[in-house]
Each structure stands twice: as structure tokens, then as C-alpha cells.
């Protein structure tokens, strides 16, 4: 867009501007980036010009627009936020800032690095929504104009504006911007698609004629009904609002109702449930379509009454039915307090607003992993919400698939920390019970009840991972430490990661400095209360680990040649190297299984010991001088068929067949049970301890993980 268009446009609302500032704003923005284009080919300034217009027809003010045409000199040419600051005040310049990228700062992948241009402009916005309405605008402009981007780029783009800017547009309830963001990263990812419900929608080029037909209904029988003053609107649904309903939710094109739409707009409310009588009268309403949210409104302040009906000529189509104030805050959500109010200084609410903002920021507080906080904030943005109630009328707001934790946590943290359980509509549910819209949900507590860690991966909502993460945190030190220790130790097992002694030790320091730690207590106690990802923590331990032995083997001396030792198999599988025929045992404190590194103790008239190199018993450090020529060589020889006893330790979830189930499990699996014993535990666990036998370690390794698919089972640990 050209400056002289632009000017056009601010001149018919110069009421209520400062056109100097904005002319001055732009004659900046001109000189820095002169002689810079954009891959369309245009002018580069072209860009702010047209960012500035989209923020004047929001309808922000003079800082608003200045700050839209200044939102790249910072970033993309050698002005300061210094000198923007100067010349046109701080709010400008804070806007400026919060609309520019990190693209300065060192970030380790792209994950980190969107997650933390998220981070800060949330941060921003929660400060100043300005900043997000502007950003808003830059987005939607560069969409606009998609064309000049390489393929790739196109996807990822339009991925994003789908993952985090059309929901923020949602959550503003800014539906004009919501809906372009939508259809144009639509028309990107999936172009056949985007056709094929275009050309649905347009019935060969009927669409507008079906909506006009309607609207002149409607007008006649409110002006019938002395409401002449109604203003009536038809519109035609968005292909994207079409498209995730057809494809994504596999809907048939009949059961859509609102692919047509008429709005009625009132002066009062009286008036709106006054309309919806006349309109059901009209025509015929179908049943269990019907939404007032005049009474419970949207997270994003939207309110209107919704009703589906099935037109004369058998057409199923939409009608909302709204005041005037309702309307500007549908079309322009928080923007609506610039454009029809008295500007930033007269906002009413905006405070109780915007809360959800801070709500997103003081989650991810605890949380230092970059795709965590990246995929928490997109489902805290998913725009599909579910209301509702506890047993004083109270409405709650929570995002689909959140379950009565989440619930829990939205009333208050001390009612989540201490919940014991819920009743929904009057019946006692399950803990992982997902909430719907309209259910009236009662949380039953306990006083010295405390959150389980298993509540970490039922969760839907930031909030109440973070609530639940901050407890444990708090209350749960020591137990953090020990429970981090050991969950890294037995991945690391896994991993086939043995280290012992200052070798350890050393090894987990530095995975804790990686992991942007100060320690390695530091890192056991985050990964204890679940605010580091284990997987992430053992794929750098992996890294790691190759580093080290490729280093120990550069580093290794040229081995002399020299004649092979003698082995002899035993009858039990086992190669003791020098001895013929000895008695083999293996030791009951490690249950040695093939597979694992294992070495010998010749014992006194009672053969030989057969212990894990890792055992507690067979450290090299605690085999002592004196008995150090009864320590010999072991290995397993090829082909063994035996069974051996092996002992695993389960924590799994108090279900009434939880037992049961791991005891056919077995059964199914043809692998004998030697014992089983089970304890119920506090928090509503049981631990069991089975003994099995198995072949080896990998036969052990593929029982472990069929235990593990169990969704009742916590963990399971080799004894």
C-alpha cells in the first residue's frame, strides 16, 4: 500500500489522531529502510504502510499507528529503541519492542526460539495489548502477500498463524482477523481442500443469494413485530470454520448448520430474547441448537444468542441475534475499546480481561524446556472451550478435553492440591473424567491430601501443570531428589549408560550444566517434580556418553597380541576363564541375567559367584587386595536356552484388577511366575513384586515394556 492511500484513510478520522506524529513516524520509516524491497519486489516500506492501515481500521490511536509503521526499523536497520524512544515517547517505543523478533539472540534450535518470541510478546501484550494487535496486523499482512515466500517457508508460516495467531485472534475476539488468518494458511497447507469446500459453500454461485433471500425474511417479520429499528446482516461461513468441521471433526455436510448466517443487531436485550421468540416462530428451530451466550459469555467476551433452523425452502442455516455493544465486541474484541470508547486510558475490565494472559506467562515459570512451553501455550490457545459449573452457579472456563483437575485447579490451588475425588451432576466419577459443557461439578477434599505426580499426565491445562509441579516442588524436596535420581539412573541403565563412582559423578554434573542447572541435585529435583522432560535429559546423556568412549578410544594404547586365554563353558551357561568344570552359582543380590556384563568370585568349596560387573558387591573399588586373585573373568556363552529368575518392581495405579491384569499378562506371554506379592500404597497406588523367568536381558526388556504399555502402570523396575 502507498503513503497517499494510507492518508486517505487517516484524514477521515484526523478527529481523533495526531497526523504530525504519524507523518513523522513514516518519514523515519521511509529513509531507514530505503533501498530494501520484499521478495513481492515492492518497496519494503510498503509493508509498515500497510500494517498501519489494518491497525487504523481496528480503530487504535496515534501510538498504535506510529508504532505500526516503526515495527521494523529496529530490528532491520541500525535505528535504536533508544532513539525511537526519543523522538516519539516511550509508549512507542515499548510497542516497538514487543512487536520485534529475537532474531538477535543466540537460541540453540527454531523450537527455542519461537518459544521465545511467544514468550515475550505475551509478556509484552500482557502489559500493553497493543502490542499483540499490531503483531496481529504484521501477520496478517504478510499472509496477505504469501506469494513471495519459498514453498517451505509458506508451510511454516501458515502452520504458525494456525498454532498460535488465529487462536490469540480468538481469545481477543477479533473474528474479522481470526477468519483471513484461517482461510489464507488453509489455501497454503491445503489447497485441494481449500477448493473443494470453497465450491461447497458457493452452491455453483448461490451462496449470497441464499443469505439475501433470508434477510429479507427476517427483516419483514421483526419490522411485522414493531422492531424496525433491527439492523439484519447475512454472512457466509468461513471455508476454514466449514473445513475442520467436514474434515477434521469428519462431519457430514448435513449435519453443518451455520454455513449461512443471518445476524439480527438490537438497541437492548429485551429486545434480542424478543427477536429469537419471533424467529422461532419463523421458522423451525432444531432442537439442542440453541446457545445463550448473552448470559454466559465467551473467554473472549463474545455474547450473543445462537439458534440453528431449517428455512422455507428447507436451507439449514444460523441466526445470532445481539445489541449494538455485543456487536463491536464480536467484530473487534478488545480492540472495540479503542475504536468505539474513549482509547487505552478508558477501558473498563480490560485488567479481568487479559488475565488468561498472565495465567499462560505464570505457568511456565517452573518450566526451562522450550517445546513444553511451546506446546503448553498452544493448548491454552486451542480456541474450543467448554463451560461449567460448581454447585453455586459459578461458570468455569476451560479448554476442550480438560478434565476435573484442571477444574479443580481453576477454582482455586488449595482445592486442586487437596482434591480426593469429584461428583458430576450428582454421581461420582473417575479422576481422569473429562468435563463437558454445562455439567455442574463438585470437587471433594481432604486436609492432608497433596497432589499425585501421575495427575501431571492427565492434565490438560499449563495451570494446573504448573500448580501441581509447584507443590511438589515445595513440599517435596528430598522425595524429588530421590525420585529424579533414580528415574535417570534407571534410563541410563536402559541406555546401557554404567558409570560408577567419580566417573558418575562427573557425568551428571555436566548433563546438569547442559540442562541449564547448577547441579546435579538441582537437575534430580526437576526431573522429581516434573519440571524437566526425562526424555530430553537422557537423549543429551546419550550425546554425551558416544563423546566419551570416542574419546577414551582415541586416547587407548595399541593393544599387544597376545595368546588366547582358555575358556570353558559350565553347565549352567556360563565361561569362567582358566577353570575347567567349575560349580557356578549366581548371586541373589543382582540376579545376573544373559546379557548383562557379569564377573566371577571364586568362593571357598562353594565354586564360583556369578554377580553384574554393576552390582554393589562387585565394585572394582570394594574388591579388596586380599581377595583380589579370587575375582576372575566371566561371560556368557552363545545359544543359552535356560530360564533364569529375574524380579521386577511395579508402581501402578489402585484399580480393582490391576493385579489380575498383570498376572495374565504373563500368562498370555507364556512366561512363568515364580512369585507375586502386592501392597497398597499411599496416594491411591499398589506395588507389586513379581518374579518371572526369563531368557535374557532383552527377553526382560520386551516384558518390561508390554507392563509399561499398561495405562495403570506407573513404572517398572528391574529388582
Known amino acids: 500500500m502507498k503513503y497517499e492511500q494510507l492518508k486517505l484513510l487517516l484524514e477521515e478520522h484526523s478527529k481523533h489522531l495526531d497526523l504530525d506524529t504519524i507523518e513523522k513516524a513514516y518519514r523515519l520509516a521511509e529513509k531507514m529502510h530505503e533501498g530494501q524491497y520484499r521478495k513481492t519486489g515492492e518497496a519494503y516500506v510498503e509493508h509498515p504502510v500497510a500494517v498501519a492501515a489494518i491497525v487504523l481500521e481496528l480503530g487504535l490511536d496515534t501510538t498504535s499507528i506510529s508504532a505500526a509503521l516503526l515495527h521494523d526499523v529496529v530490528e532491520d536497520t541500525d535505528v535504536t529503541l533508544e532513539e525511537i524512544e526519543k523522538e516519539f515517547g516511550k509508549e512507542t517505543a515499548h510497542l516497538v519492542d514487543g512487536v520485534t523478533k529475537l532474531g538477535k539472540i543466540a537460541l540453540l534450535t527454531q523450537e527455542e526460539e519461537q518459544a521465545e518470541n511467544l514468550r515475550k510478546m505475551l509478556l509484552a501484550m500482557s502489559q500493553d495489548i497493543r502490542v499483540m494487535l499490531i503483531k496481529l496486523c504484521d501477520r496478517l499482512h504478510n499472509m496477505r502477500t504469501y506469494e513471495g515466500w519459498k514453498p517451505q517457508k509458506q508451510r511454516d508460516k501458515a502452520l504458525e498463524v494456525m498454532e498460535v495467531y488465529a487462536p490469540i485472534a480468538h481469545r481477543l475476539g477479533i473474528s474479522n482477523i481470526k477468519d483471513e488468518l484461517q482461510d489464507i494458511s488453509l489455501r497454503i497447507l491445503d489447497p485441494v481442500g481449500y477448493e473443494e469446500v470453497h465450491n461447497i459453500i458457493q452452491r455453483e454461485g448461490n451462496a449470497q443469494k441464499i443469505v439475501d433471500t433470508i434477510v429479507e425474511e427476517v427483516k419483514g417479520k421483526l419490522v ?23 474434515y477434521m471433526q469428519g462431519r457430514d455436510l448435513s449435519d453443518i448448520y451455520d454455513i449461512y448466517a443471518v445476524r439480527i443487531i438490537l438497541n437492548n436485550v429485551a429486545e434480542c430474547y424478543n427477536a429469537l421468540m419471533l424467529m422461532h416462530d419463523l421458522y423451525r428451530p432444531i432442537p439442542s441448537r440453541f446457545k445463550d451466550y448473552i448470559s454466559t459469555p465467551k473467554a473472549n467476551m463474545y455474547q450473543s444468542l ?141 486436609k492432608d491430601k497433596g497432589p499425585s505426580r501421575d495427575w501431571l499426565n492427565i492434565v490438560v491445562t499449563s495451570e494446573a501443570k504448573s500448580k501441581i509441579r509447584s507443590w511438589f516442588k515445595k513440599e517435596r524436596k528430598e522425595e524429588n531428589i530421590i525420585e529424579g535420581k533414580e528415574a535417570l539412573d534407571r534410563e541410563l541403565r536402559r541406555a546401557l549408560i554404567n558409570l560408577e563412582g567419580e566417573e558418575y559423578t562427573k557425568f551428571v554434573e555436566n548433563l546438569a550444566k547442559r540442562n541449564k542447572l547448577n547441579n546435579a541435585e538441582e537437575m534430580f529435583a526437576a526431573l522429581g517434580y516434573g519440571g524437566l ?3 530430553k535429559v537422557i537423549f543429551k546423556a546419550k550425546e554425551d556418553y558416544a563423546k566419551m568412549q570416542k574419546e577414551a578410544r582415541a586416547n587407548e594404547p595399541a593393544k599387544i597380541k597376545t595368546a588366547p586365554i582358555k575358556r570353558t563353558k559350565s553347565s549352567n551357561g556360563v565361561i569362567v576363564e582358566g577353570l575347567d568344570s567349575c560349580l557356578v552359582k549366581f548371586s541373589k543380590c543382582c540376579n545376573p541375567l544373559p546379557g548383562d556384563p557379569i564377573v566371577g568370585f571364586i568362593t571357598r568349596g562353594f565354586g564360583v559367584s556369578v554377580h553384574k560387573q554393576s552390582c554393589v558387591h562387585a565394585r572394582p573399588e570394594l574388591r579388596d587386595a586380599e581377595n583380589a586373585g579370587r575375582w576372575v573373568n566371566t561371560y556368557w556363552a552363545e545359544n543359552i536356552r535356560e530360564d533364569f529368575k529375574a524380579t521386577l518392581n511395579i508402581i501402578a495405579l489402585e484399580t480393582p484388577m ?22 497398597q500404597m499411599s496416594d491411591h497406588r499398589i506395588e507389586m513384586s513379581i518374579t518371572i523367568g526369563v531368557n535374557n536381558t532383552e527377553h526382560l526388556s520386551s516384558v518390561i515394556n508390554k507392563l509399561s504399555k499398561n495405562k495403570n502402570i506407573i513404572s517398572v523396575i528391574r529388582g
Open 533 to 535: 522432560q526425562l526424555s
Open 658 to 679: 490391576i493385579v489380575g491384569e498383570v498376572s495374565m499378562m504373563m500368562t498370555n506371554s507364556r512366561i512363568p511366575v515364580f512369585a507375586l506379592n502386592a501392597r
Open 224 to 246: 411485522e413485530f414493531g422492531l424496525e429499528d433491527a439492523t439484519v446482516m447475512g454472512r457466509v461461513k468461513s471455508v476454514y470454520g466449514v473445513y475442520r468441521k467436514m
Open 306 to 446: 445462537h439458534t440453528s433452523v431449517i428455512g422455507k425452502k428447507g436451507v439449514p442455516f444460523e441466526i445470532q441475534i445481539r445489541t449494538w455493544d455485543m456487536h463491536h465486541t464480536a467484530e473487534y474484541g478488545v480492540a472495540a475499546h479503542w475504536k468505539y470508547k474513549t482509547g487505552v486510558h478508558g477501558q473498563d475490565n480490560m485488567e479481568e480481561k487479559l488475565t488468561w494472559v498472565r495465567q499462560i506467562l505464570e505457568s511456565q515459570q517452573d518450566s526451562d524446556d522450550a517445546s513444553e512451553i511451546l506446546s503448553n501455550i498452544k493448548n491454552d490457545l486451542i480456541p474450543d472451550d467448554v463451560f461449567v459449573f460448581t454447585p453455586k452457579g459459578d461458570v468455569i472456563n476451560l479448554p476442550y478435553g480438560a478434565t476435573i483437575i484442571d477444574f479443580a485447579y481453576a477454582i482455586h490451588s488449595a482445592v486442586g492440591n487437596r482434591m480426593t475425588g469429584a461428583k458430576v451432576n450428582g454421581k461420582i466419577v473417575s479422576i481422569d473424567y473429562k468435563v463437558n459443557t454445562g455439567e455442574i461439578i463438585e470437587i471433594i477434599t481432604a
